[in-house]
Every structure is written in structure tokens, then in C-alpha cells.
């Protein structure tokens, strides 16, 4: 059964600064990892999606990687801004089924 | 190309009433999900369609939620009677197929507060 993990919950950075979120999979039959960003009160929005076959995926100051033998994916967010302030969740398509599984997400905060 | 639609985006009813939500998944898409997102938890698959067929409903509490998508296209989840810890936003998502991305799209959610 596929577990996903995000470490850390909550991390709170001063503006200007480059910051990774991790998240990690135990099963690593994946189809693809998709990452997406939440505002309170809003729904998910996807940042990036990155395909099994592929080791990373670049959007602006946004950059995700992934390494399917080690059960890890990084959200790396260059030059981090106030705006960046929301929670970031990861999310792993099975590559047998149709499941998708979520992360808890982490918190992020950035000081100005 | 328009959004996952979703509606109501805020309900708030007393126990034991009912409730239901209604989800327009882009044009095309035929997975759809249903999902509970309690605040500060990632979010919790309820159930999964494909086209108008049931795949996963393993997490649905089937003696008060169901869900069901005629046609294929909308989909409908409701909750008779509701308990207190039914207050959640319920989320809607539908995927591209594998064959394209896979990608998985959300709407805005419906924010359920049960007094």
C-alpha cells in the first residue's frame, strides 16, 4: 500500500531564500508525481507534474525532481517571495491502478 | 478550456440534516474523484469514477455518503445524515488519461460546516 510522506509539516523562511520540500513514497510503482500548491480556503492548484520516465521538471522559480529507485521527489523554490506562502502537497499516481495518494503537505511561510 | 467546476463552494447545516454537492469535471476527463479534506490534513479519497463506473469507494462511509455520476460527465456526492466530523471541505478532481498527461485538476471545493 502506497504511503506518501512530506517532511517537513511547516517551515517558515526569510524572503530571498531557496528552499527544498521533500517528499517520499514507499512504492515505487509510480506513474507520475504531481505537486500542487493550496491557499487557504481554496482549492489545489498544480505546479508541476513529473512523469516516471522523467528526473525533473522546471516552472519558473520552480523546480521538481524525481528519483523513483530512492522514493523521492523535491520541490525546490528559487529566490523564495512573500506570495509563496501556502501549503505545497505532493501527490503519486499508481502505475497498477488508478490511485492517487497525497501527502499531508507542508506549510510553508515566508517572512518578509 | 474551463476549470473543474464545483458547487456550493459553502454549506452549513445542523446535524443530522442532508446535504449534497454537485461537481463538473472538465470536458473529456474520465476519472473523477471525490475527496475530504480536513483542515490542516491532506486530502482523502472518498470515491473514484471512471466514465460512470464506480472503481474505488473503500473510504466512502456508505451507511451516510453516497455519490453517484450519471452520464459519465456530473457527479453528486451526498451525505443523510450529516455528523459533526462531516465538517470538511469536499473536493472534486478529474484526470486527463495516461495515454496525455494524467494530470489531476481540481475545482475550488464546497466547505461543509455541520453545527
Known amino acids: 500500500k502506497q504511503e506518501v510522506t512530506q517532511i517537513p509539516a511547516a517551515l517558515s523562511v526569510p524572503e530571498g531564500e531557496n528552499l527544498v520540500l521533500n517528499c517520499s513514497f514507499t512504492?515505487?510503482?509510480?506513474?507520475?508525481l504531481q505537486w500542487f500548491r493550496q491557499d487557504p480556503g481554496k482549492g489545489l492548484t498544480s505546479l508541476l507534474l513529473?512523469?516516471?520516465?522523467?528526473r525533473e521538471q522546471t516552472s519558473g522559480r520552480l523546480n521538481a525532481s524525481l528519483d523513483k529507485s530512492s522514493g523521492r521527489s523535491t520541490l525546490y523554490i528559487a529566490a523564495s517571495q512573500p506570495g509563496d506562502s501556502a501549503t505545497y502537497l505532493c501527490?503519486?499516481?499508481?502505475?497498477?491502478?488508478?490511485?492517487?495518494?497525497f501527502g499531508k503537505g507542508t506549510r510553508l511561510h515566508i517572512l518578509p | 478550456e474551463a476549470g473543474v467546476a464545483q458547487s456550493p463552494r459553502y454549506k452549513i447545516i445542523e446535524k443530522r440534516q442532508s446535504v449534497a454537492f454537485w461537481c463538473n469535471p472538465i470536458?473529456?476527463?474520465?476519472?473523477l474523484y471525490w475527496y475530504q479534506q480536513i483542515l490542516g490534513q491532506g486530502p482523502k479519497l472518498l470515491i473514484q469514477?471512471?466514465?460512470?463506473?464506480?472503481?474505488?469507494d473503500s473510504q466512502l462511509p456508505k451507511d451516510r455518503f453516497s455519490a453517484e455520476r450519471l452520464k459519465g460527465v456530473d457527479s453528486t456526492l451526498k451525505i443523510q445524515p450529516a455528523k459533526l466530523e462531516d465538517s470538511a471541505v469536499y473536493l472534486c478532481?478529474?484526470?486527463?488519461?495516461?495515454?496525455?498527461?494524467?494530470?489531476?485538476?481540481f475545482g475550488e471545493g464546497s466547505r461543509l460546516t455541520v453545527l
Open positions: 469514477f471512471q466514465n460512470n463506473g464506480v472503481v474505488d
Open positions: 513529473i512523469q516516471s520516465s522523467q
Open positions: 512504492d515505487s510503482a509510480i506513474y507520475n
Open positions: 470536458s473529456g476527463h474520465a476519472t
Open positions: 501527490a503519486a499516481l499508481g502505475d497498477r491502478d488508478d490511485k492517487i495518494i
Open positions: 478532481a478529474s484526470r486527463s488519461s495516461r495515454e496525455i498527461t494524467g494530470e489531476l485538476f
